[in-house]
Each structure stands twice: as structure tokens, then as C-alpha cells.
């Protein structure tokens, strides 16, 4: 497949090249920033409309004349699409990472190879040749530009494992880290509608090279990451607007994440019992690991008094495998963490964090993790 694929590449790639130099040089300044106009979210594309236009101007029909949902310059932006998938497909990279690709550079570009950019910035990647992405003449190159973002995209660890905006983050390192996740039904229907016109290209060596893949958590692009940087900034003492505890969450976690949920907006209180936090008596209010303490005795779960015993409490979890209800260790060490919160699913976790300070919901980003335990 690798060969073949190569050979698909040569084959498929050049003729776009040729064909699309002249809109290649033309992309000035009325070309859309990366930073545009388009502020909703592409949900509810309709893939077959999309493959049917796309395929119509593959095959040479007129750009100016089609419609194609979130393409303003179709005629301009397929073929570079088409460019995109080709070099994936070229490099063995599976179809997700196509997506995660093409969705980076709807973002960047809007899928236009322009010559002008933040700082230095240039391309359909907006790569920085003051960065080691290369010359700028080597960036404005659509096929060097592709292969150079796949080439740091393979180097992230666990990158199948994340989301799409995740994946294209931990590439570009972008000032606007969440914007990604609103190209992804976009990016899916453009890179299946170009993927059909390569043959085989969805298969290597007879199998599927999407097998084993992690499907992306957000099932609509739009939908809150699973590091909880979706929901945006979350005012103290609230619930984020969409939440809502996960239906295939463990009956004790839920009534355990309900319970500490009421707590929301009481002062922390450090060496508080966490059993009256909303009343007059200070020492009633919450510590961060009597909240946890309480809120899983109201399960009929019982857990010791501190983050130091708690953190021993269960069996340890991954990172990558976290469930609503699961603790959460932070500061300090591994061993003797000095905070816990409890994950609450969609990437979010609740505390009582410290003195002054409310219980809250805060963004698992936010945490740097040491532990995590499931005590159910």
C-alpha cells in the first residue's frame, strides 16, 4: 500500500499543482485571516451534497458556480483540500489525521494558500519560517506545507487518542486553541468525498486504516473537547452552560457529583467537614478533599479524610481512560499530592480549591495531574 500510495501522490498531485499555481500566487489581501469572520458552528453538513460538488469540480466543472457548505472559494479551496488528503495518503496517515489536517487549515487559511500572515505566517498552514517550518518559499508550497504538518502531527503522543482540535493544537500552538473543533463536520465530509476519488485509498494492506482508532470525542465538532476548554470561561460557583452529567454515568458518581454540585459557590474552608458548607458555621463549609469525602458518603461510598489518604483509596486510573466520579490529584508529588477534585465528565472537574475561593467548576486543562483513583 505504501507504494501504491506514493504512486498516488505522484499521480494526483502534480496535475493540482500545474493546474492551481495561478490561484497558488493570486491568494492576496482580500483572502479570509485565520482569525475571519465565520463565528458558528458547522453542524448538520450534508456529506453527499458535499462529495457530489466536490467530485463535479475535481472532475473540472467550475468552481464559481458551485456551492459547496462553508467553502466561500470552492474553486480555490478543493484543490487544496485535494492536496491535503493526496499527501496523507501519500505518507500512510490515517484518515483521521487527514481530517485533523484539513480542519487545521480551514482554520489557518481557510483553506487558501495565501502569502501573508501574523508575524512571519504563511501558507495553508500559516507556518512560520522563523519557526524551523522552513522557507517561505518552500511553505507556500501546498504539498511541502501538508507534509511538514503531518510530519510534527505523527511526532504527538497519543494524537489518535485525541480530539481533532487537541490533535491540531498540539501542532500549531495556536493563540485561539478551541477554533479548530468548529471545521471538523467540514473537514470529515471534504476528506471522504476526496478519499473516493483515490482508488484504494481507505485501505492498506486489506484493512481499513481508520481500524483501531479512537472516534473523536466531540460528535459534532462543535461540542464542548474533553479538556473542557469548549465551555469557555466558567463563572465561580456555576454550572457551564450545556453540561449535564453523563448518561452512562455510574449511578453512585452521579449522586456523588449532584451532592458536591449544591456545594457550588460556598466558601472554601480549609480543615472544614464539607456538612453544612451553606451554613453559619465556617468549619461547616468545604476543604478540597472533604467534598470529596462528603460527596461520596451521600453515594454510600466512604472515603478517608485527606488528599493523602485518598489518594491511595480504589485503584489508579489513566489519564486516558477517566470516568465521571474519578479523583483527581494535583500539587505536590505523586505520593503526597496536596489537592483533589472530582472529574465530572466532558472535561470538567469540581473543587474547593482554597482559601477564598468558591467551589467551582474548572477545566481539566487547567490541572496539572499527578494521580487519578476510581473509588467504586
Known amino acids: 500500500m505504501k507504494g501504491l500510495a ?9 496535475p493540482i499543482l500545474i493546474a492551481g499555481t495561478g490561484m497558488m500566487l493570486a491568494s492576496s489581501a482580500d483572502a479570509v485571516q485565520s482569525n475571519g469572520s ?9 456529506s453527499n451534497k458535499v462529495a457530489e460538488q466536490v467530485t463535479k469540480i475535481l472532475d ?3 468552481g464559481k458556480d458551485m456551492h459547496v457548505e462553508g467553502l466561500d472559494l470552492p474553486a480555490e479551496q478543493v484543490p487544496n483540500a485535494q492536496t491535503i488528503v493526496a499527501t496523507g495518503i501519500s505518507l500512510n496517515v490515517p484518515k483521521k489525521g487527514q481530517i485533523i489536517a484539513l480542519a487545521t487549515a480551514m482554520q489557518e487559511s481557510r483553506l487558501r494558500n495565501l502569502g501573508y500572515g501574523d508575524r512571519d505566517s504563511l501558507g495553508l498552514f500559516q507556518q512560520r519560517p522563523s519557526q524551523g517550518w522552513g522557507s517561505a518559499q518552500q511553505i507556500r508550497d501546498p504539498v511541502y506545507a501538508s507534509e511538514q504538518f503531518y510530519k510534527h502531527l505523527l511526532k ?27 471545521w471538523e463536520n467540514l473537514a470529515t465530509a471534504l476528506q471522504s468525498a476526496i478519499a473516493k476519488t483515490f482508488p484504494g485509498a481507505g485501505d492498506a ?27 469557555g470561561r466558567i463563572p465561580e460557583g456555576s454550572v457551564p452552560k450545556g453540561y449535564s ?14 451532592w458536591a454540585m449544591h456545594q457550588l459557590g460556598t466558601l472554601y474552608q480549609w480543615g ?23 460527596a461520596y458518603a451521600h453515594a454510600g461510598i466512604t472515603l478517608t479524610r485527606t488528599t493523602y489518604t485518598q489518594v491511595g483509596e480504589g485503584k489508579a486510573v489513566s489519564l486516558a481512560h477517566l470516568k465521571p466520579g474519578d479523583l483527581i490529584f494535583s500539587r505536590g508529588t505523586a505520593a503526597r499530592p496536596e489537592h483533589v477534585g472530582m472529574y465530572m465528565g466532558e472535561g470538567l472537574v469540581i473543587e474547593a480549591p482554597r482559601t477564598t475561593k468558591p467551589v467551582r467548576i474548572t477545566p481539566i486543562k487547567d490541572w496539572d495531574i499527578l494521580a487519578a483513583r476510581r473509588v467504586l
Open 6 to 14: 506514493a504512486g498516488i501522490g505522484v499521480v494526483f498531485l502534480s
Open 38 to 46: 465565520f463565528s458558528g458552528c458547522l453542524t448538520g453538513i450534508d
Open 60 to 62: 473540472g466543472a467550475s
Open 156 to 182: 504527538v503522543d497519543g494524537w489518535q487518542q485525541m480530539t481533532v482540535t487537541q490533535a491540531a493544537q498540539a501542532v500549531q500552538k495556536s493563540g485561539l486553541p478551541d477554533a479548530y473543533a468548529q
Open 205 to 231: 494492506d486489506g484493512k481499513d486504516t481508520t481500524q483501531g482508532e479512537k472516534p473523536s470525542t466531540s460528535t459534532t465538532g462543535c461540542a464542548p473537547g474533553q479538556d473542557g476548554s469548549g465551555f
Open 245 to 258: 452529567i453523563p448518561k452512562d454515568a455510574d449511578p453512585k458518581a452521579r449522586k456523588a457529583i449532584e
Open 272 to 294: 472544614g467537614s464539607c456538612t453544612n458548607a451553606h451554613g453559619p458555621d465556617p468549619m461547616g463549609r468545604c476543604d478540597c478533599s472533604s467534598l470529596m469525602q462528603q
